[in-house]
């Protein structure tokens, strides 16, 4: 046994390839956890993912095992799962087209989920599950709030109209399902909340949540808008903020992580004076105003001991700097 496993126990990370998930990796290992994790096993024949972007993290030769999982088959996740102290469930059917109805993109989701949540009952190891819930499950509704915590939710039928609601709502539903299966069966189940999440990353394609981040360099103004008052977070502190709670004696239930809170015209103003390189889009043509946000609170992590690390200026330094040594600026 590795000496770190001795210190740290075994994890797994579902969806290893993800934005989220293979930061997560990264900074789990460099904690001296022992990590399993989760990829989705190429159909095509003959075919095979290249996941060398993990395994040749520091410390995956001798702590990182990657298993094939899917989740249109629940049980195809038992194996990672066997013998970890916890489960960071961060895989999610990625649905943002439309493609597939609201109901078949939640049911998958939600089925996987409980099935990773069946089996970490039956592992008899599973201490605590941290499940990546979305910021959209909390931020959408008509209400009038000017602040809202971890005891909202989206209201349904206003992000029913709304471009990506599949998304939305599966995140939303299957949130849910994870805390009520927790109550139930008596696991401990702790959900993290993220915001827009921005900065660099590992994994080879350019996650679209960097897409969305910055539509004003990247000319994504048909596909992706910005909310009036947008909120944001850097994926060092979203990774931080997981191992933080699975770690937190105390962590119960919900939290909200977001760092920065921003408008449309104030973020334009921002990158164009900090990146005058770049031709920046008018913030007009950039911004939805249909979808009225309310300012998402931290104070639950933060009250927990939690510090977020990382401000806007790093966040996008750190992002635009990885996209250019990858090619996609």
């Given at each position: 046994?590795?000496?770190?496993?001795?210190?740290?126990?075994?994890?797994?990370?579902?969806?290893?390839?993800?934005?989220?998930?293979?930061?997560?990796?990264?900074?789990?290992?460099?904690?001296?956890?022992?990590?399993?994790?989760?990829?989705?096993?190429?159909?095509?024949?003959?075919?095979?993912?290249?996941?060398?972007?993990?395994?040749?993290?520091?410390?995956?030769?001798?702590?990182?095992?990657?298993?094939?999982?899917?989740?249109?088959?629940?049980?195809?996740?038992?194996?990672?799962?066997?013998?970890?102290?916890?489960?960071?469930?961060?895989?999610?059917?990625?649905?943002?087209?439309?493609?597939?109805?609201?109901?078949?993109?939640?049911?998958?989701?939600?089925?996987?989920?409980?099935?990773?949540?069946?089996?970490?009952?039956?592992?008899?190891?599973?201490?605590?599950?941290?499940?990546?819930?979305?910021?959209?499950?909390?931020?959408?509704?008509?209400?009038?709030?000017?602040?809202?915590?971890?005891?909202?939710?989206?209201?349904?039928?206003?992000?029913?109209?709304?471009?990506?609601?599949?998304?939305?709502?599966?995140?939303?539903?299957?949130?849910?399902?994870?805390?009520?299966?927790?109550?139930?069966?008596?696991?401990?189940?702790?959900?993290?909340?993220?915001?827009?999440?921005?900065?660099?990353?590992?994994?080879?394609?350019?996650?679209?949540?960097?897409?969305?981040?910055?539509?004003?360099?990247?000319?994504?103004?048909?596909?992706?808008?910005?909310?009036?008052?947008?909120?944001?977070?850097?994926?060092?502190?979203?990774?931080?903020?997981?191992?933080?709670?699975?770690?937190?004696?105390?962590?119960?239930?919900?939290?909200?992580?977001?760092?920065?809170?921003?408008?449309?015209?104030?973020?334009?103003?921002?990158?164009?004076?900090?990146?005058p390189e770049f031709q920046i889009m008018d913030?007009?043509?950039?911004?939805?105003?249909?979808?009225?946000?309310?300012?998402?609170?931290?104070?639950?992590?933060?009250?927990?001991?939690?510090?977020?690390?990382?401000?806007?200026?790093?966040?996008?330094?750190?992002?635009?700097?990885?996209?250019?040594?990858?090619?996609?600026?």
């Amino acid at each position: 046994m590795e000496k770190g496993e001795k210190e740290k126990g075994k994890v797994c990370v579902t969806g290893g390839t993800g934005f989220v998930a293979s930061w997560l990796i990264l900074r789990l290992l460099q904690h001296g956890y022992s990590v399993n994790t989760t990829i989705r096993s190429h159909q095509a024949a003959g075919s095979k993912k290249d996941t060398s972007y993990l395994t040749n993290l520091p410390n995956a030769p001798e702590n990182l095992r990657i298993f094939n999982a899917d989740l249109d088959n629940p049980d195809s996740f038992e194996a990672a799962i066997e013998g970890c102290i916890g489960v960071f469930h961060v895989a999610h059917p990625i649905e943002f087209q439309d493609n597939e109805t609201e109901e078949m993109v939640t049911n998958k989701s939600v089925r996987a989920t409980l099935g990773i949540l069946r089996a970490c009952v039956n592992s008899k190891t599973v201490k605590r599950v941290v499940y990546t819930s979305s910021g959209s499950s909390i931020m959408f509704n008509d209400k009038g709030a000017d602040v809202l915590d971890e005891g909202s939710w989206s209201d349904l039928n206003y992000v029913r109209k709304l471009s990506g609601a599949s998304y939305y709502v599966s995140k939303m539903f299957t949130e849910r399902a994870a805390l009520e299966f927790g109550d139930k069966c008596s696991l401990d189940v702790v959900t993290v909340i993220p915001t827009w999440i921005n900065g660099p990353f590992i994994c080879p394609s350019c996650p679209a949540s960097l897409k969305a981040s910055l539509a004003m360099i990247m000319g994504n103004e048909i596909q992706i808008k910005y909310h009036e008052r947008t909120p944001f977070v850097h994926i060092d502190d979203v990774a931080s903020a997981h191992i933080f709670l699975f770690e937190y004696p105390e962590a119960k239930g919900r939290y909200i992580c977001s760092a920065v809170e921003t408008t449309t015209d104030n973020l334009c103003e921002f990158v164009s004076k900090r990146y005058p390189e770049f031709q920046i889009m008018d913030a007009d043509s950039l911004t939805d105003s249909s979808a009225k946000i309310a300012s998402l609170s931290s104070k639950k992590l933060l009250d927990s001991g939690f510090r977020f690390k990382y401000g806007l200026e790093e966040m996008f330094d750190e992002a635009i700097e990885c996209c250019r040594q990858k090619g996609f600026l």
